[in-house]
DNA sequence: TCTGGTTAATTGGTCAAACCAATATTTCTG
DNA sequence: CAGAAATATTGGTTTGACCAATTAACCAGA
C-alpha cells in the first residue's frame, strides 16, 4: 500500500523547479525581489496557492526568503544543500540537541571502552597521530581545521572498535552537532578554561585508552561530554542574557 | 531593504514544526499514514491551504511522500538517511552482522534502562499492548506480522525513554537486521525451544521496565540480543552444513 | 523647501467553498 | 467466489475574498 505507484507530477513542483531554474541561471540574483504573487501566478498561468506552496519549498531550503508586505527575496546563500533532515530538525527543535547529546554520551562512552579493550598497536599509533593533530588545532587552528581534527580523533577511536557502525555513527553524530551548534562553539573562547581543559579531557581518553585501561577510559569519555553539554548550556544561557541586555539598550 | 527585519510567525511553519515533533516523538511512526488534510486542518484548527503549505515543507525535505487519492505518508527518511550505505554491504560483508548485533546490545539495553527509569503510565500501557500484540504473533502470526509487531515492540520501549534518537535508530536497526536476514529467521523454528524462549525473554524485558528496575531491564534486553545472537549464528553454522551436505551429495 | 505624520496602494498571509482526478472501498454480477 | 462496476475517499487545483504588514504617496505645518 505505501507510495509504491509512479507519482502524479505536482504543479507546485513544476513551479518550484522553474523558480529554482531562474536563480541558478541567474535571471534572478541574490538580493533581487521576485514578482507580485498575483502577478507571477498570472505570469506562470498557475493559481496562487500553488504558487505559494512552490514558494514555500524554496523557503524551506532557504533559497527564498518572504515578508509579509513587503515581498519575497532570494536569499543570499545560494545551495543550502541541507539535504539531511536531521539538521533542520535540530534548529527547530531544541530538545533534539539534548537528545544528542545524551546519545553521544553512551556512545562516545562505549566507543572508548571498547577501543581500550581491541585496539591493536595500529590503531593506537593512528589515534596518538590524530590526536597530536587534535592538540596542535587547539592551539593554533582555526575552527574549522579544529572540528575537522576533533571528527577525526572521534572516527579513530570508533575504528579503533573494530565495529563498523560506531565509527560511523560517532562521526555521524558529532558532524551533525558541529554544523548547527557552530555559531555557539566560539562561545567558548569566552571561557579561557575552556580550551585547556577540553585539551586535557582528550588527553584523559587518549592514554587511557593507550594505556589499555577500558573503565578509565569510558569514564573520560563521558566527562568530556558532560563538560560539552554544560558549557553548552551555559553559553546558551549567557547568550540569552546578551540579547536581553542589548534589547534593554534599545529602549 | 533586504529582509533584516524581525519576521512574522506563519501559520505554516508552526503547523510544519507540529507535524515534525509528532514524527520525533514516534506518534507518527514511517510508514504510517496521516490523516486527511481536511480532518486534520481542522484538528489543527487551520485552513486547508495552510496545511497543505506545511506538508509542502516537508514534502521537500522528504519527510512525506502524497499521492493524489492515496494519502500522505511518513517516509523512512529519518532513519535512512543514517543507515542507507550499510544496506547493501550487509549482505556481502558478515562481519558488518556481527558489528550491528554488538552495536544493538548496547543500543537496547541503555534503551530499556532508560525506558525503566523515565516511562510514563502512558508509556507503560503502550508497551504493554504492543507487548500482547507481539506474544500473540509469535503463536499465530506469520512472519510478516511477527516481524512488524517485533519493530512496534521495540520502537514502543525506544519511545519510552524519551529520546527521539534512540527510538528511531532501534528501530532503524532492527528493521534492518530483519531485511536482511530474514532468509535465516525461519531456521529458528528449527528450535522448537526457541519460541518460547523468545517469549519468555520479552516478557522478562516487559516486566523489568513496568516495574521500574533499571538494572534488570538492562540485563534481560542484552540477554535478548545474546540470544539472537547466538541462535543466529547457530542456525548459520547449521545452514552452511546442509548447504555442504546438499553439495556433496550434487557429487 | 523640508519635515513629520496621515492616507492610500501594494503585497504576503489566511481562509472558505468548490470542483477535478486518482485512488481505495464497497457493491453488484456472472 | 472472483472479477467488474459503482461509490466514497482523498490529494490536487482553482477562484475569490479578506486581513495585516509594508511601502509609497500625499499633504499640512514649519
Excluded: C
Excluded at 111 to 129: C, G, S
Excluded at 139 to 151: C, F
Excluded at 197 to 211: F, P
Amino acid at each position: 500500500m505505501p507510495p509504491n505507484k509512479l507519482q502524479v507530477p505536482r504543479i507546485s513542483d513544476a513551479v518550484a523547479a522553474s523558480l529554482e531554474k531562474r536563480i541558478l541561471e541567474g535571471s534572478l540574483k541574490p538580493g533581487d525581489r521576485l514578482p507580485p504573487e498575483r502577478e507571477l501566478a498570472a505570469e506562470l498561468g498557475v493559481s496562487r496557492p500553488s504558487l505559494r506552496e512552490a514558494i514555500q519549498k524554496l523557503a524551506s531550503r532557504g533559497m527564498v526568503q518572504s515578508r509579509q508586505g513587503g515581498g519575497t527575496y532570494v536569499t543570499h546563500q545560494l545551495e543550502a544543500s541541507f539535504f539531511d533532515p536531521w539538521q533542520d530538525m535540530m534548529s527547530t527543535h531544541p530538545t533534539l540537541r539534548e537528545d544528542l547529546l545524551e546519545f553521544r554520551r553512551m556512545l562516545e562512552g562505549q566507543a572508548a571502552e571498547w577501543a581500550a579493550e581491541r585496539a591493536t598497536e595500529v590503531d593506537l599509533a593512528r589515534l596518538a597521530q590524530t590526536f597530536a593533530t587534535l592538540d596542535a588545532a587547539f592551539d593554533a587552528g582555526d575552527l574549522e581545521t579544529r572540528a575537522a581534527a576533533d571528527i577525526d580523533f572521534h572516527q579513530a577511536i570508533g575504528e579503533a572498535t573494530h565495529n563498523a557502525l560506531i565509527g560511523h555513527l560517532s562521526a555521524a553524530l558529532l558532524r551533525m552537532m558541529q554544523d548547527n551548534i557552530r555559531l555557539n562553539l566560539d562561545e567558548l573562547k569566552r571561557v579561557p578554561a575552556a580550551i585547556s581543559l577540553l585539551k586535557s579531557q582528550h588527553a584523559a581518553i587518549h592514554t587511557a585508552i593507550a594505556e589499555r585501561r577500558p573503565a578509565a577510559a569510558r569514564a573520560a569519555a563521558e566527562t568530556h561530554i558532560d563538560f560539552v553539554r554544560e558549557s553548552l548550556a551555559q553559553s546558551l544561557r549567557s547568550a540569552a542574557r546578551r540579547e536581553t541586555a542589548t534589547r534593554r539598550l534599545n529602549t
